[in-house]
């Protein structure tokens, strides 16, 4: 009886378990779900930034603000975006991975990087690996407010605009679609300059209709940090979407694996009730037997 | 767009980081722009500029009276205006009546009483204050 009790019990378990990542998957599910509609809300703003940007770059502003250029790195600043919370997958060790290749390639240049994670995950993994970090965020869950990063990403421009640091890496999960997201390295700084290059005389063309009130290359000064400060901001939503998808995809699995799970316990367990029933009769019937005699 | 024309009515659209806060049709929009307020109605030159913190007066909105105006503060950004389309980029823009007066005065206290020191300091401070007297301006037209 023992064996059948135990797999009983473990069966009993298992199903315990999959109710619990039944209901993660479709919490994360409705997460992920709230969390692409503000990802999808946020882009009109970068699209009209960008769309700006090239009117400007039409009208011919010189393109020399201290965040276009592009200075020798000698000091660095490397922001890790991971999640509060395991069970996702591979999407925290992902990151993690990504950033210590990353630290590793600067310490072999001997620039000292600054860090600074966001997540308690990448926060523990990346001290248990012994990298020093300057500044840990744990305030973003699946729902990253602009009001909260605006002032990290300020902090980054300051310290830019003084030379504390040369350039801005960001590690994050990109997020294509529901079944591609990948771990990537992201410069934030120096910007990348508006690309005018693309059809030059319709962006021409464009600005033309245009006046600019005061003048372009001041609004130009203006809408770069807005445009840094969105693609930050871009980097943060893309890292919840991203997290959300990971811990449904990790969460279906683990379902479908403890349903198999399961079912295996299921034949074992009656297989062992059976042996034990024929067994049983076996010796009732050896009894009979013997008191024939 | 072509029935905008017709209608005689500017399409005002506020966009901030998180989401398009509003789209709507209004007879004209009063800017904040950096040297002043500018108003915008149909059929207005094609313009972008930098806007300063302070209010965004939407008047005769579509579905209202004629004169019925609807504030909203924003928190600088930039303005596109063209094809009687006026788009307000801006980091923050809220219902000029939810401004909170109190928290805006002691925004203002605390911004002017904070010392600066050197050029880039002192016109952040600067900024800073203007923005902070337009959140208190934005609290009391209520």
């Known amino acids: 009886m023992a064996k059948a009790r135990a797999l009983d019990r473990r069966r009993k378990s298992v199903k315990n378990i999959r109710k619990i990542t039944r209901t993660m998957e479709l919490i994360a599910t409705a997460r992920f779900k709230k969390a692409m509609d503000r990802s999808i809300a946020a882009r009109d703003y970068t699209r009209h930034l960008a769309k700006i940007l090239e009117n400007i770059g039409g009208v011919g502003a010189d393109a020399a603000h201290p965040l276009l250029e592009s200075r020798p790195t000698k000091r660095t600043a490397v922001l890790v975006l991971t999640g509060n919370r395991g069970l996702c997958g591979g999407y925290n060790s992902n990151i993690v991975r990504q950033s210590v290749a990353l630290l590793g390639q600067w310490k072999s240049e001997q620039v000292p990087a600054q860090v600074s994670v966001s997540g308690k995950r990448g926060i523990s993994a990346l001290k248990f690996r012994g990298v020093d970090i300057a500044e840990r965020f744990t305030q973003f869950e699946d729902k990253p407010e602009f009001a909260a990063v605006a002032p990290i990403g300020q902090e980054f421009l300051e310290a830019y605009s003084a030379g504390h640091i040369d350039r801005l890496d960001v590690v994050y999960t990109r997020f294509h679609s529901i079944a591609k997201q990948e771990a990537v390295t992201e410069t934030l700084l120096p910007l990348t300059p508006p690309q005018t290059g693309s059809g030059g005389v319709k962006a021409k063309l464009a600005s033309d209709e245009y006046d600019f009130y005061p003048s372009a290359a001041s609004i130009l000064e203006e809408i770069l940090p807005a445009s840094f400060l969105s693609r930050l901001f871009k980097c943060f939503l893309d890292a919840a979407v991203s997290e959300q998808v990971a811990r449904m995809v990790a969460m279906k699995a683990a379902t479908e694996n403890a349903g198999g799970l399961i079912k295996s316990l299921s034949r074992q367990y009656n297989r062992a009730r059976q042996s034990q029933i024929t067994g049983e009769i076996m010796e009732i019937l050896g009894g009979v037997e013997a008191l024939k005699k | ?142």
């Open chain 2, 1 to 142: 767009m072509a029935d905008t024309k017709k209608s005689g009515a500017v399409r005002c659209v506020i966009v901030t980081p998180e989401q398009t806060s509003l789209d709507t049709q209004a007879r004209s929009v009063t800017l904040p722009l950096f040297d002043g307020l500018r108003g915008v109605g149909p059929g207005h030159a094609h313009f972008i500029g930098r806007l300063n913190a302070g209010e965004v007066r939407i008047v005769g909105e579509q579905g209202g009276t004629a004169d019925a105006v609807r504030r909203l503060f924003v928190e600088g950004g930039f303005v596109e205006v063209a094809h009687d389309t006026v788009t307000v980029i801006t980091q923050r823009a809220m219902p000029a009546d939810k401004v909170d007066a109190t928290a805006a005065r002691a925004e203002l206290e605390k911004v002017s009483s904070a010392r600066a020191v050197g050029d880039e300091a002192i016109d952040a401070k600067l900024r800073a204050e203007q923005a902070a007297r337009a959140l208190v301006r934005a609290a009391r037209g209520r």
